[in-house]
């Protein structure tokens, strides 16, 4: 380890160091007592130095990418992948007024809506040459648009949810190593930069993306488990096409393939994000809160009953569609639109048992999520949920899933065995008793049940409330708290500045990445060329945030990783 | 369907990476094309990739030096000049950095329909009386101001925002941070923020904090509070720790070899020491002047809002995406949705770039720094050194020739007939001072779903220099070599047409040139050859039966691929041509330029 300390470019870093000016809204609060964190810079070329000034973050999602300087509040562009953008250079037929964009014939050929993404996490469809061709045109344009930035190298910050498949991401490196020449590219996971976003160290991410809602639990800035559902944006467009499709005349040409799209995916989508909206809880009026630690959530389903009373929801709207067969206008009833998120996110006319493990409700999906955890990291997380993604913007559904999600912690407690047996056993006053004490032998689950509990029975285990087990590394996070107890046990939704912007904030605050890619050792090996990351100098990894210091550069050493996206 | 132009498109051959993309075509084997040679691989032009390698020729670049072509995504940029497209204001990189990439003078988009905005006073409250003042003699000093758009009439008093003065907008625009809202509570907002003694108040007014916990941080806020509670925290382990921290200095202040030195010696054992004090020394934000910020999940409002508000009451996709990231606004899921919500949208600044070739790092294109000038100081662009082709569709008049082209085949733009031969004329010019051999290589069916054959009449032949046009008409008996030489431009245009008349008539007088023939120049010229491509269109009728896709965009062009190489002898070094042309051949040097081309002849009749 010391080794690779030594062999680390350090004389060029201090340069560096010197060189660069405080920068754009840097608040250098602490003065010269922060930390200065070397700047990995390779030896080879001279204008290195310079590009060391700024950082870029790119933030890749399946249907946007967002880009911006390290150091900013929030990004300065956003390209959003579309059609619009795969045509030749030099085409304006965009531009024609006579023009109109034949949607039709391309979702026939099955492209209904994948034009305006970016890759698709099934490989095995997707041409991973045109992913790197996306990237970089959506890249070219967002630099000469936005940042408005010439083609210095420049090292990049790339976030990136960490399911994405290697395929995918080497696909895309390899294209930015060739077309940009950055001189490394980091990889940050962005459940970690969100969590680093709401200046928390362990949260419950919900990420309600397009393609996938992933809920991934993060403890002490690491991702331990992630679930995932195909409720998705993706979904919820097509749903919202659906109840378009319904509300529309029948035309004979569709009749013959129930599966044709009838309205254009550029319109559907605009419907969802614009009118979609989500209803609150429905069970939330009868349900009876007993926990006092839930005392927050019904505050908020009482102020929504309040105002806004579901049964009054009556008036309608008026959409109109421009892509149908001839220009329309729909009528649709407010409550109408709330069903596309209904069955997308929700489906709550089934029963639980009936969903596959790929496409579990949220509410499910969330609480199957804090259910696997460890006691105490379960405590740390469900106080600290942050939803994010495309989808957490349809209003009412962040609520929604919140209030859901309380209502099944408060009906099951923390019990994963579930059925008509179990509630036989625990309505049966003889095996009460021995119930409760399997239950408290479940390692697993709660130990044992506080005696302040409301109910004795020992269904409801108050994971909230338990005093939680002394160990040595807790003693030792502890001590750095400044005696200020954390909230846990509660469940709380806490707000995040959003992925890229934590990326902006790790970075500006020099953290390393774990994985930092060299532009030269990846053109020479590719992916292939990587370790695991446990074979590479771990130290970084476990301090987070709170290391870098001397150590540096996995990139500028012999073993370098791919992180969270290489472990397999 | 819209009629076609006959295109040209260029493929940049950096690309050449390109052609091992997949087909357009799903179903066709990808077996048999990897047993193919890389020679021999088409290039499909219908490939989603290729779009992303072609381009129209004026769209490219040419290296003098490495004598290749260079596109956008090969050449690499530098900027010259960045200034507002709207005011033309030349913008220092130094603001850049500090205001962001938007003009921060008066110059604003309109959020509903991007038209540009002016600022304009508001007299009274209501809208139409805006309309009307826009002629507005009586005291336009007085009042607030607003901006208007001249095109759709919006104006940002619809968002609730008035302005005290009517210039430095921008700024006064930043100070209106709630955009939709009264302007009262933007400026309690500020007020507030800008209150030093709430933000880092000490512990002492803890109930104070406590009544901010449930207060809302906004985006910049929130970024500003998180960080310096991040800074702090990393910083107080590092206060104790007084080794490391002189280690650090010393790295300012002493020679960097003495540094490197100690890190090599010490380095590891100190990393430990600092590592395990590290360890628990972060703890996470806790209330919202450390930058936590509790979700509010109510959002009846807004769904109440969006109830009363309807369709028209909401902002579109792209109205929010034009929007610039407001970092007023008090969190993420917090951004506008509605029309109210929308904010002016301040221009973003444009930029003149000049190009460098990635190899040889010579400048190939460099314009002016002025804002207002159009004009280029170098721009060596690829038209005037690689062979410009036109196509043009060719009747053969009458039944004279055996095959029997429609009629429609002549008229530009008409739609080709499926399984029926149509003629196209291929013109290439040659812009430079040498004569040049072009070889052409075109595929016998053009690769994709529908497969067109395709007979390239002659693919290779010479073209000649392009010589001053001067000489040539002065070699040229029949022309008005005796025209005045004052007037030579009109001359070029007289030449021009008599050599096209010329051609015509050639073309009537000599039977042979009537006839299509393998291997024969249709027409030749003084810098030009014309030739003939002969193609069947494929028949774009489906097999139903088969499950077949039914037909996307742009399925019926017809377009080849076509791959162009070119050979010319030029001097070895030298810049000059033409002097010295026989004198010493030795010293010349064969070149060479090849790439693949894309032909949009037409669309096929479906």
């Not at chain 2, 530098?78 to 938007?102: A, M, Q």
Request: proline residues 7%.
């Amino acid at each position: 380890m010391s080794a690779v300390a030594g062999s680390t470019p350090l004389p060029h870093r201090t340069v560096a160091n010197i060189r660069s000016p405080p920068g754009a809204g840097h608040h250098h609060q602490s003065g010269p007592s922060t930390p200065i964190r070397p700047i990995p810079s390779n030896f080879g070329s001279p204008s290195s130095l310079r590009a060391d000034e700024e950082i870029l973050i790119i933030e890749i999602g399946t249907r946007k990418l967002q880009v911006g300087f390290s150091g900013d509040a929030a990004p300065r562009g956003c390209v959003w992948f579309g059609p619009h953008q795969q045509r030749r250079v030099g085409d304006f037929r965009d531009w024609q007024t006579d023009y109109r964009h034949d949607w039709s014939s391309a979702a026939a050929g099955g492209l209904w809506g994948s034009h305006h993404e970016l890759w698709q996490y099934d490989v095995r469809g997707v041409d991973l040459g045109l992913v790197g061709d996306k990237i970089e045109r959506a890249l070219r344009e967002a630099f000469t648009k936005y940042l408005l930035i010439d083609s210095r190298p420049r090292r990049l910050v790339w976030v990136l949810p960490s399911s994405l498949p290697i395929p995918v991401l080497s696909a895309a490196l390899d294209s930015v190593f060739s077309r940009f020449q950055p001189p490394t590219i980091s990889l940050l996971s962005s459940s970690l930069a969100l969590v680093v976003g709401a200046g928390v160290r362990s949260a419950l991410v919900v990420d309600l993306g397009w393609s996938e809602t992933v809920v991934t639990s993060v403890y002490e800035y690491r991702e331990l488990e992630s679930k995932r559902s195909i409720r998705g944006g993706r979904m919820l467009v097509e749903h919202t096409h659906k109840l378009l499709a319904k509300k529309l005349p029948e035309t004979p040409e569709q009749t013959d393939s129930k599966d044709q799209y009838v309205v254009s995916f550029e319109e559907c989508s605009d419907i969802a994000t614009r009118l979609v909206w989500c209803k609150p809880h429905p069970r939330s009026a009868s349900g009876q809160l007993s926990s006092d630690s839930l005392a927050t959530v019904q505050e908020h389903d009482e102020s929504e009953l309040e105002a806004s009373p579901t049964s009054r929801r009556t008036g309608s709207l008026t959409v109109p569609l421009r892509s149908w067969l001839s220009p329309t206008s729909l009528e649709l009833s407010f409550g109408e639109l709330a069903e596309p998120c209904e069955d997308t996110f929700f489906d709550s006319q089934y029963s639980p048992t009936s969903f596959d493990d790929h496409e579990l409700p949220l509410p499910l999906l969330v609480y199957r999520g804090l259910l696997q955890l460890p006691v105490d990291v379960r405590a740390l997380c469900m106080s600290r949920i942050i939803f994010t993604g495309g989808c957490s913007n349809v209003l009412g559904l962040r609520g929604r899933i919140f209030d859901e999600v309380s209502h099944l912690i408060q009906e099951r407690g923390w019990d994963p065995v579930q059925g008509k047996r179990v509630g036989q056993l625990r309505s049966n006053p003889k095996l009460r008793r021995r119930g409760a004490r399997q239950a408290g032998d479940d390692p697993t689950g709660v130990t044992s049940p506080s005696g302040e509990g409301e109910e004795q029975d020992g269904v409801w285990h108050d994971a909230a409330n338990m005093v939680p087990e002394m160990d040595l590394i807790d003693e030792q996070l502890q001590r750095g708290t400044d005696r200020r107890p954390r909230v846990q046990g509660t469940l709380r939704a806490v707000e995040s500045l959003g992925a890229w912007s934590g990326a902006s904030l790790v970075t500006h605050l020099k953290a390393q990445a774990i994985a930092t890619i060299d532009r030269d050792v990846w053109l020479q090996h590719g992916a292939a060329g990587s370790s695991k990351p446990s074979d590479v100098d771990h130290k970084t990894q476990r301090q987070s945030l709170g290391a870098g210091g001397l150590m540096r550069g996995s990139a500028a050493g012999s073993a370098w990783t791919l992180g969270v996206w290489g472990a397999n | 369907m819209a009629a076609l132009t006959p295109y040209t498109y260029i493929q940049c051959p950096c690309s050449d990476l390109s052609t091992l993309g997949r087909t357009s075509d799903p179903k066709s084997p990808r077996a048999d094309e990897a047993d193919d040679d890389d020679d021999d691989r088409t290039f499909d032009p219908r490939a989603p990739r290729s779009n992303y390698s072609l381009y129209p020729l004026e769209y490219l670049l040419y290296c003098e030096d490495c004598h290749q072509i260079r596109c956008p995504r090969c050449v690499s940029d530098e900027i010259v000049t960045y200034y507002c497209p709207n005011c033309l204001f030349e913008v220092p990189s130094s603001n850049l950095k500090s205001e962001g990439n938007r003009c921060t003078r008066s110059c604003f988009q309109c959020p509903i329909c991007i038209g540009p905005l002016a600022v304009t006073s508001v007299e009274t409250k209501p809208d139409p009386s805006l309309l009307a003042a826009p002629d507005n003699t009586a005291a336009p000093h007085s009042g607030p101001y607003a901006l208007t758009c001249s095109y759709c009439s919006w104006t940002s008093t619809e968002a609730g925002i008035k302005f005290d003065k009517p210039n430095g907008i921008h700024a006064q625009l930043a100070k209106l941070r709630n955009g939709g809202l009264t302007r009262l509570t933007a400026k309690e907002r500020k007020e507030r923020r800008k209150d030093p003694s709430h933000r880092f108040a000490p512990a002492a007014e803890r109930d104070h904090e406590r009544s901010a916990l449930d207060d809302k941080l906004n985006l910049e806020t929130q970024f500003a509070n998180l960080k310096s509670f991040y800074q702090s925290q990393l910083a107080d382990p590092n206060a104790s720790d007084s080794g490391l921290a002189a280690l650090s200095d010393l790295g300012f202040s002493s020679p960097t070899s003495l540094s490197r030195i100690m890190s090599i010696y010490t380095g590891g054992s100190l990393h430990d020491k600092k590592a395990k004090l590290r360890v628990g020394a972060m703890r996470e934000a806790l209330d919202t002047d450390e930058g936590l910020q509790l979700a509010d999940l109510d959002e009846s409002a807004a769904i109440a809002q969006l109830q009363c508000e309807g369709y028209d009451g909401t902002a579109s996709t792209s109205q929010l995406s034009d929007q610039p990231p407001n970092l007023g606004e008090a969190h993420l899921h917090g951004r506008g949705r509605f029309i109210s919500d929308l904010r002016p949208i301040p221009y973003l600044l444009r930029t003149k770039r000049s190009k460098r070739c990635p190899v040889c790092r010579h400048i190939i294109s460099k314009p002016e720094a002025k804002v207002q000038t159009t004009r280029f100081r170098i721009r060596l662009v690829a038209g005037s050194y690689i062979p410009s082709m036109a196509i043009r569709p060719l009747s053969l008049s009458g039944g004279s020739s055996g095959t029997s082209a429609s009629g429609s085949a002549g008229i530009p733009g008409a739609l080709l007939d499926p399984l029926r031969p149509a003629h196209y004329l291929l013109t290439f010019t040659n812009p430079i001072f040498e004569s040049i051999k072009v070889t052409l290589g075109a595929p016998a069916k053009t690769p994709g779903r529908f497969a067109s054959k395709v007979t390239v009449l002659c693919p290779e032949f010479d073209i000649d220099a392009n010589t001053d046009v001067w000489d040539e008409a002065l070699k040229d008996p029949g022309g008005g070599g005796g025209g005045g030489g004052e007037l030579r431009d009109r001359e070029r245009e007289r030449e021009r047409e008599r050599r096209r008349r010329k051609g015509e008539e050639g073309r009537n007088m000599s039977s042979n040139n009537n006839q299509l023939e393998v291997g024969k120049i249709w027409e030749r010229g003084r810098n030009w050859v014309s030739i003939v491509v002969e193609v069947v269109p494929a028949s774009l009728r489906l097999d139903h039966g088969a499950g077949e896709q039914p037909l996307r965009e742009d399925d019926d062009v017809l377009e080849i691929p076509m791959f162009v190489r070119i050979e010319w002898e030029a001097e070895a070094g030298g810049d000059e041509v033409g002097a010295v042309i026989g004198r010493d051949r030795e010293a010349r040097e064969r070149r060479e330029l090849a790439y693949w081309c894309v032909l949009g002849l037409g669309r096929i009749r479906v």
